[in-house]
């Protein structure tokens, strides 16, 4: 089960209280109806939780005098400071493929691919971001998914306690966290990925005895001593003067229109969205809105179907180094990744090898078009996780093809036909299926013209 990381921030319009998830794209504020993007998450971000810890300080004696008591001769508190530790905290969802021949569970459709095992789960690893040798903090825990993360000021926490620089660097912190996830093999990815900074309160009790001087550690959120025998005045002495790197925190945009200036629809669950006035597609990236060229397949079907739901795929023509062909003698134009939200990753996996296998042509019409009507999922998939996942599964099963993807001037989102039968969904185009209670997709905000 994955955690749930919230963040507590104001409206930079009323400064109203605004709650949101971490990886949430847009906002709207419950107060004043401004509606925001919300970008910086491919970035290393930055958090503190307080909780109204320094207001705790004569709890922790208290629990310090306490722990004395069990300990033989006399020692007396000399001091008590506050701290806070910085640690990377890194989370995401595991995608790995295991040779293996099995059944296909998606639909009818047959393909010569060598059928594999999908194995998924979530990642979510934390590891100390500054070097302090012989104090046992290893993970933050539970904590972040159970109290509200704050936007790291750095001024504001100095005021509260000294801030401990971040010394670690973030190529080694991410070889941690995906170590045990991935670790060296090539059939595994990490998709959804946000790394941050989070800032976390411990105390420095400072003790003296007759002939013995010591310091307890004690972590402010959850109040326990994490270490009762540690050199005196520990991390006031290893706290380095030098100046800590910086990182930054998310950034709020008005959710307009970059084309048009038109107020879009805020909705937290997308990655996409459309504009109400001209129309125009964009991608929620690094700084702001990303154009996007968003289509949707016609079909043209010999026989009446049922009413059609439209899915997103991310689309891109594809470039290779030597052989660009599948072992049928196909040849690889274009490469096929679901964009829509599934409650089991296989499921994307078996549909872009399917399409990206087959290659079919498509009868593309702009969402400029007359399309209020029609049922359209959105896009939750990135832009950036699609071309993570693109190599792994055009190669796998077979000897890899050396695929590599256009940059950005070709980012093309292209919603495919599918229609209702029994349990499934099947696509008018190759009549592959998935079933209905796999998806979860909102669906996306197409405008009245």
Partial sequence: MSSRVFISTECSQCGGILNLEEGTNAVKCPYCSSSFLIT????????????????????IQTLVHRHLLTEPGPYRIVDINLFFLPFYHLRGKTFRLLPEFQSDSVGSYTTSVNRSKVKTSYLDKSVLATRLEGLALYS?????????????????????????PVDFGIEKAMEIGLKNNIGNGS???????????????????????????????????????????????????????????????????ALKCPNCGWDIAADSRLFVFVCDNCRWVWECGADGFREVRGTIAQHHPESELPELTYLPFWVFPARTKTNNQLPNGTKINKL????????????????????????????????????????????VMR????????????????????????????????WLPFYEKG???????????????????PKLHIPTL
């Fill in 40 to 59: 910086g998450y491919d970035k290393v971000l930055t958090y503190y939780i307080s909780n109204n810890v320094e207001e705790r300080r004569s709890a």
């Fill in 423 to 441: 349990i499934y969904l099947r696509d008018a185009i190759l009549n592959s299926g998935i079933q209905k209670a796999k998806i979860r997709s």
């Fill in 187 to 253: 059939d595994a990815r990490v998709i959804s990925k946000i790394l941050s900074i989070v800032y976390a309160p411990f105390w420095e009790v400072n003790v003296k005895g007759i002939d013995r001087t010591f310091s307890i550690i004690v972590d402010g959120l959850g109040e326990t001593i994490t270490g009762d025998n540690a050199p005196f005045q520990f991390l006031t002495d290893n706290l380095k003067e030098e100046e800590s790197k910086t990182f930054p925190t998310i950034t709020f945009h």
């Fill in 336 to 379: 096929f990744i679901p964009a829509f939200k599934v409650r089991d990753l296989s499921v994307i996996y078996r549909l872009a090898t399917i399409f990206t296998n087959v290659q079919p042509e498509l009868d593309l019409t702009s969402l400029s078009g007359d399309c209020t009507s029609l049922r359209i999922e959105g896009a």
């Fill in 140 to 164: 933050l825990g539970i904590r972040t998914s159970v109290l509200q993360l704050k936007l790291f000021k750095s001024g504001a926490l100095a005021e509260k306690g000294k801030v401990y």
């Fill in 383 to 414: 832009w950036e996780d699609a071309q993570e996942l693109s190599d792994l599964f055009v190669g796998s099963g077979r000897e890899k093809t050396g695929i590599l993807q256009e940059q950005e001037s070709t980012r093309q989102l292209i």
